[in-house]
């Protein structure tokens, strides 16, 4: 992925982004949420007070959800980063995607991608997070139409929709191991 706009002042930015390599001519003041939506057409990522207040921004930059908004571009070099487009399809939603439609937290849909990339940042270091929890990781965040609750419901169905595919995992590996183990004393014997 790359698109140049060369002027004199513009450095070179290669960072991961959304696990593919992206490389982007930018310029010094420019900011990483413009240069995923303006340079890189993810406009999932939404710009909002563009302050740092509000977390319409947020995107996951090498594991921490941030405010892009804040980050100036160049600050992401080599860093690994992901939008909305990158964890799940219409086809093929992330859990967290999934559990915010089944629990009704999407009214204008605005605040959602931060909401979702916020609560996924949560979730991939604690997987079990209480109510409190996720009101301090979601703080960031804010939604001028759900009143929060069913938000905080749908990241608490995605914690638990994770666990179990998780365990699931856990168990078809094990299963697999133990198929590979008796084709060996199969052969063996
Ligand atoms: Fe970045 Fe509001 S647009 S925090
Ligand atoms: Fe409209 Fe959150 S759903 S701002």
Redesign the pocket.
């Known amino acids: 992925m790359s698109e140049n706009h060369v002027t004199d002042s513009s450095r070179m930015l290669h960072f991961i982004l959304n696990g593919i390599a992206a490389s982007f001519a930018v310029e010094p003041q420019e900011t990483l ?1 413009e240069v995923i939506r303006n340079r890189a057409y993810l406009t999932g990522t ?12 947020t995107v996951i930059m090498d594991g921490r959800a941030v ?4 980050i100036p571009a160049l600050m992401a070099e080599g860093a690994e980063v992901i939008t909305i487009e990158g964890i799940g399809t219409k086809e093929r939603p992330h859990p967290l995607q999934q559990a915010f439609v089944d629990a009704g937290a999407i009214q204008c849909g605005f605040c959602t991608p931060g909401m979702i990339l916020a609560a996924k940042a949560l979730l991939d270091k604690n997987p079990s997070p209480s109510r409190g929890e996720i009101r301090e990781a979601m703080s960031g965040n804010l939604c001028r139409c759900t009143g929060y609750t069913k938000i905080e419901e749908a990241v608490n169905m995605a914690a638990e929709a994770m666990r179990i595919l998780k365990e699931k995992e856990q168990e078809d590996r094990a299963a697999q191991t133990a198929a590979g183990n008796a084709g060996e004393v199969c052969q063996n014997g």
Do not use: T
């Not at 710009?47 to 207040?53: R, V």
């Not at 405010?67 to 804040?70: A, E, M, Q, T």
């Open positions: 949420l939404k710009k909002g007070c563009d302050l740092g207040e509000c977390g319409a921004c405010n892009s908004c804040c």
